[in-house]
């Protein structure tokens, strides 16, 4: 099932690369392509449309990436006796270890 789908997708990859017109069958991507100003606005305005969402998710995503980082390292050095957690705890581990 997989290699079918792979198969598919190169084979549309292709075809879609190989025949422009087919990618431009919507008549506001012919517009856009041609320097119309109404249709490249248009186009512009459904790539920030796009681009939000994906913004939102992807920052929301990182956060709670982040927070969970922060609580896995606040474990590790709660165990080793840290009072605070820290990105930084093993340079100030070094320089504790100098001093």
């Given amino acids: 099932m997989g290699r079918t789908i792979e198969i598919c997708s190169r084979l ?4 879609v690369a190989g025949f422009p ?3 431009a ?3 506001s991507c012919k517009d ?11 186009s ?5 449309l796009i681009a939000i969402p994906l913004a939102l998710f992807g920052g929301m995503g990182c956060w709670v990436a982040y927070k969970l ?5 606040a474990e590790i050095e709660s165990a080793d006796g840290a009072t605070e957690a820290s990105p930084f705890y093993p340079l100030m581990r070094q ?3 100098e001093s």
Wanted: a negative charge; glycine letters at 6%.
């Fill in 69 to 73: 980082w922060r609580a896995q390292h």
């Fill in 44 to 48: 512009a305005t459904t790539l920030v």
């Fill in 21 to 23: 017109a087919v990618a």
């Fill in 32 to 42: 856009a392509i041609s320097g119309d100003p109404v249709a490249t606005a248009l």
């Fill in 12 to 15: 549309l990859f292709g075809l």
């Fill in 95 to 97: 320089e504790e270890s």
């Fill in 25 to 27: 069958a919507c008549p």
